[in-house]
């Protein structure tokens, strides 16, 4: 696999220095031949922005996420997260149940674990991203009326994201969503979901969600309401 070149990833807000006894449970390892590799479980506190191109290999480890957003991807900028530590794909039961063993992104808060914006690209190929009561990832583009194109955009091609809400949401004009391979459940609403925007004359414009592969699993838990896969 070609890895895009990449510096380390950005520090988290605030602080971000930590202190002796709470430095490996804040900050990520620096880069090693262009791959950030988790090399213990790690917690960020708050949101990190990843404003250059970024390779993440999770190692099997677990990387929990306390802000708002978890990460951030932004502005012309490219972000791949993987677990090369991986041996097989995500296993689908006849219960809709997903075996497989992984590294794994855990968004512990509201909001949703990955925001891609302002032109930003993201892929995962392997490794768990986990969304404990929001989305799973949230691509945005233009979402203000006749501003320019921004052409965010999420590619999947393998791994599994599992979240409360939805699993990826896709908003404004010119957000790309590609499902080429991989799982993607939402726990209790729409596996895929999005909207749109309009011009100042209400001409409506939308994103777009490209579906050659993979496995989509919807799930609902709250009564009055049905599972929907996008």
């Known amino acids: 696999m070609s890895l895009v070149p990449m510096t380390a990833l950005a520090a988290p807000e605030g602080d971000g220095a930590g202190t002796p006894s709470t430095q490996a449970a804040t900050e990520l390892p620096g880069a090693v031949d262009g791959v950030v590799t988790l090399e213990n479980d790690t917690t ?106 921004l052409n965010s955009s999420a590619t999947i091609n393998g791994g599994y994201i599992s979240a409360q809400e939805f699993g990826i949401g896709v908003y404004g004009r010119t957000a790309i969503l590609n499902v080429n391979d991989g799982v993607i459940e939402a726990r209790d609403n729409a596996v895929v979901a999005g909207n749109g925007s309009r011009n100042a004359d209400y001409t409506p414009e939308g994103y777009v969600i490209n579906v050659n592969g993979g496995t989509l699993i919807g799930k609902i838990t709250t009564g009055g309401y049905a599972s929907c896969g996008i």
């Open 44 to 149: 960020l506190q708050n949101t990190t922005y990843i404003r250059e191109d970024t390779v993440l290999d999770l190692n099997g480890k677990t990387l929990t996420l306390l802000g708002a957003v978890g990460i951030v991807v932004n502005g012309n900028t490219n972000f791949t997260v993987l677990d090369l530590s991986v041996t097989e794909p995500p296993q689908v039961t006849g219960e809709y149940n997903v075996n497989y063993t992984s590294g794994k992104i855990q968004h512990n808060n509201s909001s949703c674990a990955i925001q891609i914006q302002n032109g930003a690209n993201f892929v995962l190929e392997s490794g768990t991203i986990y969304s404990k009561k929001g989305n799973g990832i949230n691509v945005l583009a233009q979402t203000t009326p006749n501003e320019a194109e």
